[in-house]
Every structure is written in structure tokens, then in C-alpha cells.
């Protein structure tokens, strides 16, 4: 019997582990068949390798857990231009699949939706087609769905309203048509839905305004209607609504009134097209549920009503318009009422030549940006502002002043432009210089007591390389924010990159190294700042963020300004910064930024400045490792530089891009090492 009971343990025994291999040769299956697929020239996923072990981090950006299981892919930023293959299906305890900015087309396959395990799935700005899969919905566990920026057609799944995990649904930026299921009004806990630049069409459902945790919705830029549900006043600046021309409703400040013809089902979708057996519903998606309750014969004759009885219809309508519109205006005489400075809340009805002219005569008083709960919390006086009051008086402008600094934003003034801010050039009363970045209030941190913490930091950094702020105006009435920093006139260092012959500036070797020094000396002083415990960070510094003044000093711009916006613009910063080569390997596995993820872009920006290229190679990095000076010294100082200081610069840049964040230096000692390099030289 005890032979029998050990036999049999030890059948079982290697039946298990024959499980065990297999499952393991499955996974490596999926992952080359992936990599064919993903990678089909077979240049970005060289350590990829079918004789290779996925768990022993070999594979570029592949993380399995304490069991030997795939659990994270973090490939974004990477280049891919291949396919997003079935085989992905294979990954069963698959939890991360992080595959955004690459060139990937295709559909989106249908065998993804096994991987229940999974909680986020970023597919977003990619080339991908097609509809999106209703098997998504399948997906239990799913907390994150990225799918914007690509060229997604068709519907959105019904079926999506059973992630009752899902926090985020990106959809924006795509050719997605038909109306928004009511069904993702069952997403209880979702916080953002972004639906924008679309085709979509029909009203708002109000069971998606009543998601109690939903703080963000927008849907601008598509073809909506109909009556805009009141609880979405809640969201303040979280809903956007703009670009829908048939959207109405009371209580927004840029909406019409609703007429009869516009209060439609907001759980049903405007119907398009011509009447095909009495029911218009040419173009209604399958996404929507219509209720006919009626036969074809009965609806052909309703059509027939008395005279009567429609006459009793239009009375009725209009009685309830008559109510609707005392009631807004009863809103509106107590809004003003509310506000202290009555011009802020009819600015928006004046044409800009009238704008000027009450602009003029009269002063705007410094006011905050209109919070959820009303208050001014830059107020003077105001208790729990928690703002120093001699900050408050030392930095503050009015409106009238930015708006005659830069001629009532003129285009003439405009700098530049980016997703959430835009950039003029302005002259004060005093005759200085100045530039007024514009922050949108939407892309601001919603908590009063968080933004002006963010904004009590940007007020206490001085340094000599950093653009300096003057001051501050946050208009409720605008719905902006302006920061007022000193102008830097020689433009940011991209500029100095790239420099064909006789088509640009070259920077001489010595301007180079006082570069270098500078920009190290700033993000220093931000990491040793004592005002923000644990260390500020700067999180975007590129070529774009360092800015050079008339005596060729640099200046980063931007500093501390993430501490203002909010997550999501955050976050689109840093993905900008990926694609561009900035961002630190570490940040895609473990979603963190740390000090030494600015030494990695400072690191960059050594190499480009050495380079005088804006797209560091593999080359270069090989040059830079065997002082090979003719591979990673701009071509355009015809060897006019100092070998010595090349070669320790090219040390600190190789440094400082280490893979591996615990082998690139602390600022402190890139300062060091840079002293070494100009007592040596």
C-alpha cells in the first residue's frame, strides 16, 4: 500500500510539474508570436529571444511576478509599427499592457478580452482601426481603458457598461459614431470619461450624469443634442461640453435655454435621417435601446390627433418653458447677487470691442478662480486661505494690468501654444518684459487648498537659473489662470539643435559647457529646495524647457508648475516627454517619477547638447563610451572643443542615462563632477 500511495505522489508529482513547463512554454510562445507581430523587422525587441527566460528581466519591458507569470508589458514610447496579434491572449495572469505612443495598426483582436486579469490596458495614440470589440466588456477586472488617438470607427460597445471596475474610459480622438449608451451610467465608480472629437450623436443620458464618483466628462467636438442633464453642474470645469451646437439646457453659462423641439428623452438619442415607417431612426446605433410602444398602424394614426388636443399640447409647453425660464433667471439675478464683482459674470456676453471698452473704465479687482464651493480662497483676509498675506500682496496683478500687458491677448503677442496653456509676450506699466503663460482653469487641480500650495511653491523659487515668476491673476470670470514670468529673449534650446549649415546659430564649445552648468545648477536647486518636502521635482525638462537669455545663460521654465495642473495634464506631459526620448525607462513599470528621473532627461540633454542633435543614437552612445569624438560631437564646431572636458561631459551624460536609476548620480554630485571637469580643463 505505501508503494502504491508513494507511486502515485510521485505521478502526480511530475504530472505537475509537466504542467508547469508547459505553462511556462505558452507563455513564451505568446510572447515571440507578440513579438513577430509587434516588432516585425525585428529591431526594437532584439532581447526577445525563444531560448530566453521572460522572468529573468532580460526581456525589454516584460515583469512577471513571484510566481514566474508575465504580469506587466510596458512597451510605450518604443517605435513598434506591427500589429496587436490574438496570440496576446496566451498572457493569462497578464495585469498591465502598456503599448501607447508607437505606430501600431490593425484591429484591436477580439482574444483580448480573455486576459481577465487585467486591469489596465493602454492602446492609446496608435494608428489602430476598426471597432471596438464588445467582448471588452468581458473584462472584470479592468480599472483603465486607454483607446484615444487612433482611428477607431463603429459604435461604443453597449456591452462596456459591465466594467463596474473601470475608473478611466479614453475614447476621445477618434472617428467613433452613433450615441452614448446609457449603460455606462452603471460605471459606478468611474471618475473620467473623455468622449471628445468625435462623431457621436443623440443627448446625454442622465443616468451617466448621476455616477456619483465622476468627476471628469467631456464630449466636445461631436454632434450632440438635446437637453444637458442639471447634475452635471456638479462637475464644474470637469464637464466639456463645447463644439455641440444642439446641446441645451439651464444652469450653463454657454448653453441656451431648451425649446420644446430640443427637450427631448435625454436616455434616448436624437433621431437623424428620414422617417422610415413612421420612426425616424435612420443612423440610430444598436448601442441604443429604442422603445417603440406602439404597432406601425397605430403609429400612423396618432399622427391623426384632434386639433384639440394638440392645440392643450402646445399650451402645456409652453407654460413649462415660461417656468423654465423664471426659474434660470431667478438662478441668475442669486448667482450675481452672490459674486461681488457683477462683471464677471456677463463678460462672457460682451463682444470683445465692448469687453475693451469696460475694461478701460474700470479696474478688474483681483479675483481667484471660481471653485466648486464659490469662495475666493486668494480673497484678502479670507481666514482659511492658508496664502501669506505678504506673497498675496507682493505677487499678485490685476486683470486690467495682464490684459493691457499684452494688448487684450493679442494674436501679434502670442508665443506659442500647447494642449492647456498659451503664451504671450507682454509689457508692464513699468516698461519690463514679460511673458504670460494662460492656464485654462479646467487644467487646474481642482482643490482649492492644493493649487495654492502649488502656487505659494512656484512663489518661493530664486534662482539664477530659473525663469524667474513676477507675479500672478487667476480671473473666475475668464476661467483662467495667468503666471507672469520675466522674458527670456534668445527662445529655448531646441532651437540651437540641428543647425544646418548657415541656417542656424552654432554654440561655441565654452557656451556649451556654461550650458551644461547652468541647467545642472537649477535642477540642483530644485532637488535641495527647502519650502517641499520630499523634493521638488521638475518632471519635464527637455531642450523646449531650457531657455537662453542674452548672455547665453540658461534658465529651465516650468519649474514646480506641475504642482498647479492637474493629474491628467500631469500625465499627458510626461507622455509628450516619452515620445521625445526624455523620460526614464523606470517611470513605464512602476509609474513613479523620483530626482533620478530628471538626472536621466538632464542626461539627455547633455548628449544633445554635445551632439547638437535633437535624436540621440545608439551610435553616439557607443562613441560617448569609447571617446570616439568624430560619432557624438557636433560636426559644426569643426573640432574646436576641448577633448578633456568632451570626454568627461560624454562620462556624466552615460552616467546619468544608466538604465538603472541607482547607478546614475544624485545632482549634487553631477555638480562635482562638473567642477572637476573645469578645474581640470
Given at each position: 500500500?505505501?508503494?502504491?500511495v508513494s ?5 502526480v508529482?511530475?504530472?505537475f ?6 505553462c511556462?512554454n ?5 510572447l ?6 509587434l516588432?516585425?523587422?525585428?529591431q ?9 527566460d521572460?522572468?529573468?528581466h ?5 515583469a512577471?511576478?513571484?510566481h ?18 490574438p496570440?496576446?491572449a496566451?498572457?493569462?495572469?497578464l495585469?498591465?499592457?502598456y ?11 477580439r ?12 492602446l492609446?495614440?496608435n ?20 483607446l ?24 476621445q480622438?477618434?472617428q467613433l459614431?452613433?450615441?452614448?449608451p446609457?449603460s ?10 473623455d ?10 443620458p442622465v443616468r451617466l450624469?448621476d ?12 454632434s450632440?443634442s ?6 452635471l453642474?456638479?462637475?464644474n470645469g470637469?464637464f ?7 446641446l441645451?439646457?439651464?444652469g ?5 435655454v431648451?425649446?420644446a ?19 425616424a431612426?435612420?443612423d440610430?446605433?444598436e448601442?441604443?435601446n429604442l ?9 400612423l ?21 415660461m ?21 464677471d ?8 470691442d465692448?469687453a475693451?471698452?469696460?475694461y478701460?473704465?474700470?479696474a478688474?479687482?483681483?479675483t481667484?478662480?471660481?471653485?466648486a464651493?464659490?469662495?475666493?480662497p486668494?480673497a ?8 501669506p498675506?505678504e506673497?498675496l500682496?507682493r505677487f499678485?496683478?490685476n486683470l ?6 499684452t494688448?487684450y ?5 502670442l508665443?506659442g ?6 503664451i504671450y509676450?507682454?509689457i508692464?506699466?513699468d516698461?519690463?518684459?514679460v ?6 482653469k479646467t487644467?487646474?487641480?481642482s ?5 495654492l500650495k502649488?502656487?505659494?511653491?512656484l512663489t518661493?523659487?530664486r ?5 524667474g515668476l ?11 489662470c495667468f ?18 549649415d ?7 564649445w565654452s557656451t556649451?559647457?556654461s ?13 535641495s529646495h527647502k ?23 540658461p534658465l ?5 508648475l506641475?504642482?498647479l ?6 500625465f ?5 516627454s516619452?515620445a521625445?526620448?526624455?523620460?526614464a ?7 513613479r ?9 538632464f542626461?539627455v540633454?547633455?548628449?544633445q547638447?554635445?551632439?547638437?542633435k ?6 553616439m552612445?557607443?562613441?560617448?563610451e ?19 572636458e568632451?570626454a568627461?561631459?560624454?562620462?556624466i551624460a552615460?552616467?546619468c542615462?544608466?538604465e ?6 544624485s ?15
Open positions: 500500500m505505501g508503494f502504491f507511486l502515485t505522489s510521485l505521478l508529482y511530475f504530472a510539474s509537466g504542467l508547469q513547463t508547459v511556462g505558452a507563455e513564451l510562445r505568446a515571440m508570436a507578440m513579438k513577430a507581430a516588432d516585425p523587422q525585428n526594437l525587441l532584439s532581447s526577445w529571444t525563444s531560448d530566453g521572460p522572468c529573468s532580460s526581456f525589454e519591458g516584460v512577471c511576478n513571484e514566474g507569470k508575465v504580469v506587466n508589458i510596458s512597451l510605450q514610447g518604443k517605435g513598434l509599427s506591427g500589429k496587436v496579434p496570440a496576446i496566451g498572457l493569462k495572469c495585469s498591465g499592457l503599448l501607447h505612443y508607437n505606430f501600431l495598426s490593425g484591429e484591436i483582436p482574444e483580448i478580452s480573455y486576459l481577465t486579469e487585467l486591469s489596465d490596458l493602454y492609446n495614440v494608428n489602430l482601426s476598426g471597432s471596438i470589440p464588445s467582448e471588452l466588456g468581458k473584462m472584470a477586472n479592468l480599472q483603465v481603458l486607454q484615444c488617438c487612433n482611428h477607431l470607427t463603429g459604435n461604443i460597445p453597449t456591452e462596456l457598461g459591465s466594467l463596474k471596475r473601470l475608473n478611466v474610459l479614453a475614447l480622438s477618434n459614431a452613433g450615441a452614448i446609457t455606462l451610467g452603471d460605471l459606478r465608480i468611474l471618475v473620467r470619461l468622449l471628445s472629437f468625435n462623431r457621436l450623436f443623440g443627448s446625454i450624469a455616477v456619483p464618483m465622476l468627476e471628469v466628462l467631456d464630449v466636445r467636438n461631436n450632440l438635446g437637453n444637458v442633464p442639471l447634475a453642474k456638479r462637475l470637469g466639456r461640453y463645447g463644439n455641440n451646437s444642439g441645451c439646457g439651464v450653463f453659462s454657454s448653453l441656451r431648451c425649446t423641439s430640443k427637450s427631448l428623452n435625454p436616455n434616448m438619442p436624437e433621431p437623424f435621417g428620414p422617417a422610415s415607417n413612421g420612426v431612426t435612420k440610430i446605433p448601442s441604443v422603445r417603440r410602444h406602439c404597432n406601425q398602424t397605430h403609429c394614426n396618432s399622427s391623426k390627433k384632434p386639433q384639440i388636443a394638440v392645440i392643450v399640447e402646445v399650451i402645456a409647453v409652453t407654460v413649462a418653458l417656468v423654465t425660464v423664471i426659474l434660470a433667471f431667478s438662478w441668475y439675478r442669486r448667482r450675481k447677487q452672490k459674486i461681488e464683482n457683477a462683471f459674470t456677463s463678460e462672457s456676453r460682451l463682444s470683445t465692448q475693451k471698452e469696460v478701460r473704465k474700470s478688474s479687482p483681483f481667484s478662480l471660481e471653485y464651493n464659490g469662495w475666493d486668494l484678502d483676509g479670507h481666514s482659511g486661505s492658508g496664502f498675506q506673497v500682496q499678485r496683478f486690467e494690468e495682464v490684459e493691457s500687458a494688448q491677448f493679442s494674436e501679434v503677442n508665443l501654444k500647447s494642449n492647456f496653456s498659451a509676450k507682454g508692464l506699466r516698461g519690463s518684459v511673458a504670460i503663460k494662460s492656464v485654462n487644467s487646474c487641480k482643490e482649492e487648498a492644493e493649487f502649488g502656487l505659494n511653491i518661493s523659487l534662482h539664477e537659473n530659473l525663469v513676477r507675479g500672478f491673476c487667476c480671473s473666475s470670470g475668464r476661467g483662467e503666471l507672469v514670468y520675466d522674458f527670456v529673449p534668445n527662445g529655448n534650446l531646441s532651437r540651437y539643435l540641428d543647425v544646418k548657415g541656417s542656424g546659430q552654432v554654440l561655441e556649451r559647457v550650458i551644461i552648468n547652468g541647467i545642472a545648477k537649477g535642477i540642483d536647486y530644485l532637488h519650502v517641499t518636502k520630499p523634493a521638488l521635482l521638475h518632471q519635464n525638462i527637455s531642450s523646449e524647457k531650457v531657455l537662453i537669455d542674452q548672455q547665453s545663460n529651465l521654465s516650468d519649474s514646480g506641475h504642482k495642473l492637474a493629474d491628467d495634464i500631469v499627458s506631459a510626461l507622455k509628450a516619452a521625445k526620448g526624455y523620460l525607462p523606470e517611470y513605464t513599470t512602476t509609474g517619477f523620483t530626482e533620478k528621473s530628471d538626472v536621466y532627461a542626461g540633454i547633455v548628449f547638447i554635445l551632439s547638437g535633437r535624436r540621440i543614437t545608439h551610435s552612445r557607443l562613441g560617448a569609447s571617446s570616439r569624438f568624430e560619432d557624438f560631437i557636433d560636426k559644426n564646431l569643426e573640432e574646436k572643443f576641448s577633448e578633456s568632451a568627461k561631459l560624454a562620462r552615460l552616467i542615462t544608466h538603472s536609476p541607482n547607478h546614475r548620480l545632482m549634487e554630485a553631477v555638480i562635482q563632477e562638473l567642477n572637476k571637469c573645469s578645474s581640470s580643463s
